[in-house]
């Protein structure tokens, strides 16, 4: 048999051949022991944490601008769809509205089966109203909690009669952009923090945005780019933080006090006629109608992290 191109191995390299190939099979195998006890683990804690769809867990759920219009129906709705000894945080200003809504959610059947609630009267636009946030995160979490959620919710119209010319003051604006950009990315940074990732921890932070993030209004050009800014820092999150799961939601034209601010004050005509034409044709949607869809997306919890997702789209 000819043998002309091959040449014999030095013993010592070849138990150092077969060295590295048992390290490597070695290594194989720890690696598939690992990622199938990891996903083992996934899946009992996702198994455990909801039944199928039916509710989000014990929850842990942080909601700003809670004390009226849909931050307050968001905890109505919430307060339906956890465990028995979930907590809810009420973020907002006015101390009165929380203290109502806190009494209310008190009183209810999720009140009287252990749920709790409580108020944190906070300015989410000031560093001392994020750490009073966390402060009140921390205390009311337990390990019984399994699902960490926070609605960034917390948001003002801005000045809509003027047009973008005639915004020359730096320090007015910078005050727009700390409370609508800065502070939700600051209090979602500091929680992911709080809390970081842990089996059987589900975490998951929703950002409430608008239209107003991919299409310009005239004369709402500091809305328009809160909302754009904002909803961008959260798909940004969303690639950084795979486990973490990102939702950007968009309610719609909501009937509430923004939407008459919007109606009165809007500078352009176009802009003002149409939220004036929606409310009157019955166009407007209520907080309960679009907090349901909502809900029924993170139940569901097949969205694609950091997506933006229309009211009209669920």
Known sequence: MATSGFKKIPEEEEEAAAAASSSTVTSALLYNTTFSSQTHTHTLCA?????EGTDLGRVLCIITGASRG???TIAREMSRLVKPDSALLLVARSADDLRALQAE???SEAGRAGLKAQSVVADVGQ????????RASEENFSEEIDHMILINNAASLGDVSRYAKSFTDMGEVDSYLS?????????SARVLQAFPQRPCLRRTVVNVTSL?????FP???????????REMAFRVLAEEE???????????PLDTSMQVEARSRTADPTIRKSFSDMCAQGKLLTCEASCAKLMKLLLEDSYTSGAHIDVYDV
């Open 70 to 72: 849909f931050g307050r």
């Open 212 to 216: 107003c993030a991919l299409q310009p």
């Open 127 to 134: 560093m001392e109203g994020l750490e009073n946030i966390v």
């Open 47 to 51: 198994t455990m944490s909801s039944a």
């Open 105 to 107: 959610l008190a009183e």
């Open 242 to 252: 795979p486990d973490v799961r990102v939702l950007n939601y968009s309610p719609g």
């Open 219 to 229: 004369s709402w050009v500091l809305y328009c780019t809160g909302k754009a800014a």
């Open 179 to 187: 409370l609508n950009v800065s502070s939700s990315l600051c209090l």
